[in-house]
C-alpha cells in the first residue's frame, strides 16, 4: 500500500471548503484538462454509504470509478473509497481545519495497484501522476474559493 498526501492553506472558513468539495459539479472544474471527466449518478446528494459513478477519460482510455462514502463529518472531514477503479484498493481522506483564520486542505490517498509487482514498479509514476494532479486541484481550488 503506497500513500500520497498533498496539503494547502485556502484563505476562506472549512465550512466553505467542505461545501465546495461536496458539490460534485465542481469536480470538473479542479480537474487538469488533459482528464475529461463525466458524472455518471445525476443529482448526487454526498451522505454516508452513498455512492457516486465516474467515467474519467485520459489519452483516450476511459476508467470507470465508482466511489462510496465512508464517512462524511461536517465541516471537518470527507472520506471516500473506490468501489470500482483501476486500482487494486483506492481510499481518499479529504480534512479539513481552520489554522489562523485559513483552512488548511488535506488530501491524503491510500492506495494499492493491481499485477502485483508489475503494479508495484509503475507505483512511482502513479505517485507523480498523483501530484501533478492534486497540485493543480489545490491551485484552481484555491483561485475559485478566494475570489
Known amino acids: 500500500m503506497a500513500t500520497y498526501m498533498k496539503k494547502s492553506f485556502i484563505n476562506c472558513s472549512k465550512e466553505q471548503l467542505f461545501d465546495f468539495h461536496l458539490n460534485t459539479q465542481n469536480l470538473a472544474e479542479i480537474t487538469p484538462k488533459d482528464i475529461k471527466l463525466d458524472l455518471l449518478t445525476h443529482n448526487f446528494t454526498p451522505k454516508q454509504s452513498s455512492t457516486l459513478e465516474i467515467k474519467s477519460t485520459k489519452y483516450f482510455i476511459p476508467t470507470y470509478w465508482k466511489i462510496e462514502i ?19 484498493s483506492w481510499i481518499h481522506q479529504h480534512k479539513f481545519e481552520e489554522i489562523d483564520g485559513k483552512t488548511q486542505l488535506t488530501d491524503i490517498i491510500d492506495f494499492e495497484m493491481p499485477f502485483g509487482l ?22 484552481k481550488t484555491k483561485q475559485i474559493l478566494e475570489k
Open 70 to 88: 465512508l464517512k462524511l463529518e461536517r465541516p471537518c472531514i470527507l472520506i471516500d473509497k473506490a468501489l470500482e477503479s483501476p486500482f487494486k
Open 118 to 139: 508489475i503494479g508495484k514498479l509503475i507505483e512511482p509514476f502513479i505517485l507523480k501522476d498523483l501530484e501533478k494532479m492534486f497540485t493543480f486541484r489545490h491551485e
